[in-house]
């Protein structure tokens, strides 16, 4: 099937969903289990922390240790040349807010860690919900960025072209984010770590991170730490695919998913060559249910994708064993890294 005509088959599914307000308040986090403990040691890939891989905020990287509030901010990306040469426009954000709470209507003390997402094609964080919160309620900072020409507001007009220009839009918030959030009363009374940072994306939000996080064309050397749900290498991206070792990178993958096949997630894992690497397959999954709603498969990202923001972003030396722990699933889901794993080397089609 052509990649576009599924990903809007399950766009159109899913359009309840995305349309949900992006400013009600939220239920407080459930619990996820996990052995994760605050720690110390920086990524030995990355530097530590100016903060000294700690946030200030007891409790940061403990999954439901927070209730949890939601909001959105509007911002402006200034005119530019694209990677690809074209000259864009100004280019409109909507960026949609998970962020924890110390207390009812507080925000958590700062700085906070900031994960910045990437939804997929013609989506915008309403499916995700579940996920998001879940990481907002370990105390970090997540920003959905809703892509101007793809997300769950575009309809007809919605166009995977524009895909080359969304990594910039990633970098873009992130600034626009670190900026509000120095400031304080700007982004919800938070402050943001400038050291402790995070991008993740699903579906062509994955194909978004992966460049941000490997190609030469649009790195952010600001990143430390990157999850690629079901994602791929973009074809028409311009630059190459990890000419050089990139932030860690974890590479999450449905066996069942006929959108962007699995050896489209082998084939980066494969190709990454620094140390921190990982690749998590969940057996019989599809392209969205690992990542939509709660069920055992979400559960399972969920509390995989937390240790390993844990362990990179936070500098948690005991996250690794968290992570191993809630990634190795009897016959649902294994976590393999550093390039290990008997993974099918079957083709990519996107």
Known sequence: MNRTVAVRAVAAAAALMALAPACSAAAPAAPRTSSTTAGAPASPTRPAAASGGASRSPGVGVPGRFRTERGRLTVTEPAHAGPAGDQLGPRRLV?????????????????LPLIVFGPGFMQCGGPYSDLLRAWASAGYVVATVNFPRSDCLTGAAATESDLVNQPADVSYAITALLRRGAAGHRLHGLRLDTDQIAIAGQSDGGDTVAAVA??????DRRVRAVAVLSGA????MPGAFFARPPAPMLFAQGSADTVNLPGCSVTMYRADQARARFYLDLAGADHTGPYWGTNRYERIVARVTLAFFDRFVLGQRDAAGAMRRA????????????????LPQGPCVT
Do not use: H
């Open 327 to 342: 990634g190795d699933v009897r016959r649902v889901a294994r976590l393999f890294s550093q390039g290990r794993g008997n």
């Open 95 to 111: 960026i949609e807010l998970w962020y924890p709470l110390a207390r009812p209507a507080r925000p958590a003390s700062g700085p």
């Open 233 to 236: 290498e973009w074809p028409s």
């Open 214 to 219: 490997s190609n030469s064309c649009c790195s």
